[in-house]
Antibody, heavy 116, light 107 residues
């Protein structure tokens, strides 16, 4: 069974940092592009970042470029999102997602709250 | 960036109704269009990929159509478990973008 389990969310002050993890199982992690997508409370889905199978290529939404870094450890079947200089508008549930032919299969999400 | 416009943003319908949700892209995306269902407090779930391919396990009352810029998600006979939010998403180019969502509520 395909599983994606996010962790690392929580309450952080503006300007702070947080690292999210996504543990993958039930499939060959190194064969798939992986993404982070977020959803602010009561709002829609917003793509954040993606990373190629071997980690050699990454992309970011303009809203997080220069502040967030996506990475992966294929030996540990884990995806990461390092989030720095956090802002109130980064408050959201963060989902990791496996991409297959452009479509996403999602984890259950982890809530990040940026507030003083 | 490709903008995805969904309509309506919400609708009220009864069990058994036929429901249609539309999604329009700001430029042609061929058939690189996916549909997701999301229930409150849960992660989105892929319903349809490549505009019209129903995912394994998704009920056959769901169907998708369209290409280029205009796409449609149809529910042939609304069931109680279909009351949820629905999102379209283009996978044609980065940044990957979603429609604003359609909330289907009970009339």
């Amino acid at each position: 069974e395909v599983q994606l389990v996010e962790s690392g969310g929580g309450l952080v002050q503006p300007g702070g940092s947080l690292r999210l993890s996504c543990a993958a199982s039930g499939f060959t992690f190194s064969n798939y592009w992986m993404h982070w997508v977020r959803q602010a409370p009561g709002k829609g889905l917003v793509w954040v970042s993606r990373i190629k199978t071997d980690g050699s290529s990454t992309s970011y939404a303009d809203s997080v470029k220069g502040r967030f870094t996506i990475s992966r450890d294929n030996a540990k079947n884990t995806l990461y999102l390092q989030m720095n200089s956090l802002r109130a508008e980064d408050t959201a549930v963060y989902y990791c997602a496996r991409e297959a032919y452009g479509a996403f299969y999602w984890g259950q999400g982890t809530l990040v709250t940026v507030s003083s | 960036d490709i903008q995805m416009t969904q309509s309506p943003s919400s609708l009220s319908a009864s069990v058994g109704d036929r429901v249609t949700i539309t999604c329009r892209a700001s430029q042609s995306i061929s058939s690189y269009l996916n549909w997701y269902q999301q229930k409150p407090g849960k992660a989105p779930n892929l319903l349809i990929s490549a505009a019209s391919s129903l995912q394994s396990g998704a009920p056959s009352r769901f169907s998708g159509s369209g290409s280029g810029t205009d796409f449609t998600l149809r529910i042939s006979s609304l069931q109680p478990e279909d009351f949820a939010s629905y999102y379209c998403q283009q996978s044609y180019s980065t940044p990957l973008t979603f429609g604003g969502g359609t909330k289907v509520e009970i009339k």
